[in-house]
Nanobody, 124 residues
């Protein structure tokens, strides 16, 4: 069973930076990547970024506009999301999830679930 633990959120001033972390207990064989999603208050969860576990290929949502950087530490089964130049519209709960990079789809077994997420609040 995959367990996901996100951390690093908090109150961020507009224009400032924050690094989020995601610890994953085990990698699903079918998930060649790890992704970050976010859900803003009153909105649907949306894709933010993904990175392959093997290699350096990354994928970002258009709204990122070069402000976010996804990375990972394979040895620690940990992924990171660096948020720079934060904007109030980045306020959301951020989640990580196993991902199929080329299919651009979430890999989540019936027995698994999303983590608790980590809340980021950007003040103007």
């Amino acid at each position: 069973q995959v367990q996901l633990v996100e951390s690093g959120g908090g109150l961020v001033q507009a224009g400032a930076s924050r690094r989020l972390s995601c610890e994953i207990s085990t990698r699903a064989d079918s998930a060649d990547a790890i992704a970050w999603f976010r859900r803003a208050p009153g909105k649907e969860r949306e894709f933010v970024a993904a990175t392959l576990w093997s290699g350096n290929r990354t994928l970002y949502a258009d709204f990122v506009e070069g402000r976010f950087t996804i990375s990972k530490d394979n040895a620690k089964n940990t992924a990171y999301l660096q948020i720079d130049h934060a904007k109030p519209e980045d306020t959301a709960d951020y989640y990580c999830i196993p991902y199929s990079f080329y299919a651009e789809s979430i890999i989540l077994a019936d027995s698994d679930s999303w983590g608790q997420g980590t809340q980021v609040t950007v003040s103007s």
